[in-house]
């Protein structure tokens, strides 16, 4: 047993309550966070400064008693780094000005970025001095799959159109791609555990644009390659899976990682049906749950009496909101702790 309730859940350990973080915890419902940000002076410039990036990757572990802290930066840091312009625009979002479209664009692309992230390692290093030793640090990424997405069409998209029409139209241009991507990921990751963490995530936040196939071929292959890539090197680190929007796929999940992530869309019931005895499932409380405590009260109620503190941890099905009340999220946290303990 590791002296952090997290990194027990993460191998199936008995572990005295389920643990609990929360996607998205270090954000805009904290008025701590805003505060920083303000200081920053954008989105971008706190990603780049590590103290400040720090503050704010702690501040949920003071505030809320989640039992683990995730880093505070953005998976387009990636692409940002390989060479691609990146602008957050106020009341947009992200945008790529110049989006890929050519093989040049492609050969132009810099696969040294990982060492370019010193930002982010310097702010894990922060982090880690400051943890208290009984919570852990989530280290993450972008999967290829959705960092391409946002690498060609050059912003958020609804319908995928442009990067939909090249896995069909343009399949190798498109794996091109992603066997770079996957390359410069897997050593992102790596060099975030040297800096520290105790455990990675991959979000596959546009998963559910993809048909089976097409998901299985584009995005989760070269999700688990990054994940064995991983395992082979640091066999003590835990590796979760987040895939959003995929339930209809779950039979055909494989590979070598620890944890999967359930989004609020999945049943739960089915997760634990065709994935619980693989791995250790984290989710999946609806995040506007947290808009009433009676919501949360039932919500918590069906997934702790699901997995029965068996081989689970606790998160919401994907981030928390900008609007959201701390207090009910300082509830929530409360509330699963206590309540997974009976069993």
């Known amino acids: 047993m590791s002296n952090k309730i997290f990194i027990d859940a993460c191998f199936g350990k008995k572990t005295p309550y389920t643990p609990i973080w929360m996607m998205r915890q270090a954000g805009r419902y904290l008025s701590e966070y805003m505060a920083v940000r303000e200081k920053a002076g954008n989105f971008l410039n706190l990603c780049h400064a590590p103290d400040m990036a720090a503050e704010v990757t702690l501040q949920p572990i003071d505030i809320l008693g989640v039992d683990a802290a995730i880093l505070f930066s953005d998976i387009l840091v990636v692409p940002n780094e390989m060479?691609?312009?990146?602008?957050?625009?106020?009341?947009?979002?992200?945008?790529?000005?110049?989006?890929?479209?050519?093989?040049?664009?492609?050969?132009?692309?810099?696969?040294?970025?990982?060492?370019?992230?010193?930002?982010?390692?310097?702010?894990?290093?922060i982090v880690r001095k400051e943890l208290a030793d009984d919570?852990?640090?989530?280290?993450?990424?972008?999967?290829?799959?959705?960092?391409?997405?946002?690498?060609?069409?050059?912003?958020?998209?609804?319908?995928?159109?442009?990067?939909?029409?090249?896995?069909?139209s343009n399949p190798d241009y498109m794996h091109k791609l992603l066997d770079k991507l996957t390359v410069v990921i897997t050593e992102y990751l790596e060099k975030q555990i040297e800096a520290g963490v105790d455990a990675v995530q991959i979000f596959d936040s546009w998963a559910s644009a993809l048909e089976r196939d097409a998901f299985f071929e584009f995005s989760w292959d070269y999700m688990v390659k990054i994940a064995e890539n991983i395992k082979a090197k640091y066999p003590h680190i835990p590796v979760i899976m987040f895939p959003k929007g995929i339930s209809g796929f779950l039979d055909g999940i494989y590979g070598n990682f620890d944890v999967f992530g359930v989004d609020w869309a999945t049943p739960i019931e089915l997760a634990k049906e065709k994935l619980g005895d693989?791995?250790?499932?984290?989710g999946n409380l609806e995040p506007t749950r947290l808009y009433s405590r009676d919501a949360i009260d039932k919500g918590v109620d069906h997934i702790i009496n699901t997995m029965k503190n068996e081989r689970h941890i606790f998160n919401l099905g994907h981030g928390m909101l900008p609007d959201l009340d701390r207090n009910n999220a300082k509830y929530l946290v409360d509330k699963v702790h206590s309540d997974s303990s009976k069993f």
């Open 83 to 125: 060479g691609m312009e990146l602008e957050f625009i106020k009341g947009f979002g992200p945008k790529f000005p110049q989006p890929l479209k050519t093989d040049e664009d492609l050969d132009a692309l810099d696969m040294s970025a990982s060492n370019k992230l010193t930002y982010v390692y310097e702010t894990i290093k």
């Open 135 to 168: 919570k852990a640090l989530i280290g993450f990424t972008g999967s290829p799959w959705t960092l391409a997405t946002y690498m060609i069409e050059g912003q958020g998209t609804k319908t995928y159109a442009v990067v939909k029409k090249l896995i069909y």
């Open 278 to 282: 693989k791995y250790v499932l984290q």
